[in-house]
């Protein structure tokens, strides 16, 4: 099995997701702290434009998903963590797990170093086209094939102007 995601077969995308958040630091401390935790319960709507592996040409579906981020703001640099947790209401079966992570250390005013990683478990892929992908058309992303996880890891070099503590972030999901 490749371990490739391409490119979404759908020409309409219909999503209402409303969310409940609770921050366990007060808000005059977002700036510099934050331990989110977001609950997401919605709709969403897709009109293929190839049958997809389900014989399915649009389905509706009811999703949820659970969403935790940790982010410190320091002077000396920045510490992210987001997991989440989501599953179709219908088929528990076809969910997905997201790690993601980030820490970065400032070298100078405005010079940081940052390093980053993402895991995925995939298990929701209903959107895959019924047949074979042929190699010409994986390379080209003229089709997604199947996939059971996603993962990366950077390093990189960041210049921030400005403050990173300005007032007018919006820290919100």
């Known amino acids: 099995m490749y371990n490739i995601i391409l490119l ?6 219909i999503t ?9 630091y007060p808000y005059k401390e977002v700036l510099r ?4 935790f977001a609950y997401k319960i919605g709709y969403f ?5 190839e049958q997809t592996i389900y014989l399915k040409d649009t389905e509706g579906i009811f999703s949820h998903s659970l969403d935790v981020q940790v982010r410190y703001r320091q002077p000396w640099g920045n510490v992210y963590a987001r997991l989440i947790g989501s599953t179709f209401l219908n088929d528990f079966t076809k969910n997905r797990i997201q790690l993601n992570g980030s820490f970065s250390v400032r070298l100078l005013k405005g010079l940081a170093a940052r390093f980053s990683g993402r895991f995925e478990l995939i298990r929701d892929q209903i959107n895959l086209p019924y047949g074979d992908a042929s190699l010409e058309d994986v390379l080209l992303q003229q089709k997604q094939i199947a996939t059971d996880y996603e993962t990366s890891l950077s390093v990189g070099l960041s210049y921030t102007f400005g403050s990173a503590f300005n007032n007018v972030i919006n820290t919100r999901l």
């Open 45 to 49: 709507h897709n009109d293929y434009i």
């Open 8 to 13: 979404r077969i759908w020409t309409l995308d």
């Open 16 to 24: 209402l997701r409303p969310a409940i958040e609770y921050n366990i």
């Open 33 to 36: 702290r934050e331990i989110v």
